[in-house]
T-cell receptor, first 119, second 112 residues
Framework: AQKVTQAQTEISVVEKEDVTLDCVYE???????LFWYKQPPSGELVFLIR??????QNEISGRYSWNFQKSTSSFNFTITASQVVDSAVYFC????????????????FGKGTKLSVKP | KAGVTQTPRYLIKTRGQQVTLSCSPI?????VSWYQQTPGQGLQFLFE???????NKGNFPGRFSGRQFSNSRSEMNVSTLELGDSALYLC???????????FGEGSRLTVL
């Protein structure tokens, strides 16, 4: 069965600190996708990144970076120099491979990590 | 480009009633998925529709149903409401093949 574990329920940091959000997943599929979403207080989940199981290259986007390691089934997310606007709940998610005609809307979400960045 | 629109945003019902929630996807998106979010269970997949056909269904009782119209707009219905159905119901749309979901702000249902 597929499963996503975000062991950190809540994290509190002071602005400008770096913070890493952990994500560990379980799947028997050899082809799958991993995602990170951000949920601000408004409730709308915002897509941050998608990574397929064949691409283990780390990715950096501004202050955000992601470390994907298949050997440890982890897909961690780091925010560098955190800002108050980064305060939100962050979800890691897993889905089976997206094929034409196949399911793509069935994401398995972790329970989320609530990040609070204080000024 | 307009985002995913969900209506109503908030609603209060009593046990035994039924409720219908609506979702208008981003223009051009043909896939619509629904999720239930509760503090205890987190985000759970309800169902997914593509071109008016239910493509996948989560592990929810038959009281939860949905449909998609020819214009890709979708509705979900919950009949015989229970207290445990109180949740934020999120709709997401996507284009075929990307796997990237665009979420609406949700419909917050309170069952008294």
């Amino acid at each position: 069965a597929q499963k996503v574990t975000q062991a950190q329920t809540e994290i509190s940091v002071v602005e400008k600190e770096d913070v890493t959000l952990d994500c560990v997943y379980e799947t028997r599929d050899t082809t799958y996708y991993l995602f990170w979403y951000k949920q601000p207080p408004s409730g709308e989940l915002v897509f941050l990144i998608r990574r397929n199981s064949f691409d283990e290259q780390n990715e950096i986007s501004g202050r955000y970076s992601w470390n994907f390691q298949k050997s440890t089934s982890s897909f961690n997310f780091t925010i560098t120099a955190s800002q108050v606007v980064d305060s939100a709940v962050y979800f890691c998610a897993l889905s089976e491979a997206v094929n034409y005609g196949g399911s793509q809307g069935n994401l398995i979400f972790g329970k989320g990590t609530k990040l609070s960045v204080k000024p | 480009k307009a985002g995913v629109t969900q209506t109503p945003r908030y609603l209060i019902k009593t046990r035994g009633q039924q409720v219908t929630l609506s979702c208008s996807p981003i223009s051009g998106h043909r896939s619509v998925s629904w999720y239930q979010q509760t503090p205890g269970q987190g985000l759970q997949f309800l169902f997914e529709y593509f071109s008016e056909t239910q493509r996948n269904k989560g592990n929810f009782p038959g009281r939860f149903s949905g449909r998609q119209f020819s214009n890709s707009r979708s509705e979900m219905n919950v009949s015989t409401l229970e207290l445990g159905d109180s949740a934020l119901y999120l709709c997401a749309s996507s284009t075929q093949g990307t796997g990237e979901l665009f979420f609406g702000e949700g419909s917050r249902l309170t069952v008294l």
